[in-house]
Nanobody, 119 residues
Framework: QVHVAESGGGLVQAGGSLRLSCAAS????????MGWFRQALGKEREFVVA????????DYADSVKGRFTISRDGAENTVYLQMNSLKPEDTAVYFC????????????WGQGTQVTVSS
């Protein structure tokens, strides 16, 4: 069992930046793909980004390419999502997820953290 926990959400103006963190604990002997999904109010949960166990492979949704960057600290079992040039449409609850396979589908989920981008 892997437990993941997010942190770092908040309120930011359009054009601003936020960094989310996700720490994995429990059976983190890997390999695990980790990444993020998001769910806006009244919408379905959607894939945002994923990173491989080694950090050598990443996958981004088209809507965030060039603005969001995922990275991984293997020693700390932590992934980071740097979000720049934020838009109001990025407003959502962001969920960290971990999976034993690629692509990331979400075998293990965090509780979510709210990101709100004001216009």
């Amino acid at each position: 069992q892997v437990h993941v926990a997010e942190s770092g959400g908040g309120l930011v103006q359009a054009g601003g930046s936020l960094r989310l963190s996700c720490a994995a604990s429990g059976r983190t002997d890997g390999p695990y793909v980790m990444g993020w999904f998001r769910q806006a109010l009244g919408k379905e949960r959607e894939f945002v980004v994923a990173i491989s166990w080694s950090g050598s492979s990443t996958d981004y949704a088209d809507s965030v390419k060039g603005r969001f960057t995922i990275s991984r600290d293997g020693a700390e079992n932590t992934v980071y999502l740097q979000m720049n040039s934020l838009k109001p449409e990025d407003t959502a609850v962001y969920f960290c997820a971990a999976d034993r396979g690629w692509p990331l589908r979400g075998e293990f989920w965090g509780q979510g953290t709210q990101v709100t981008v004001s216009s």
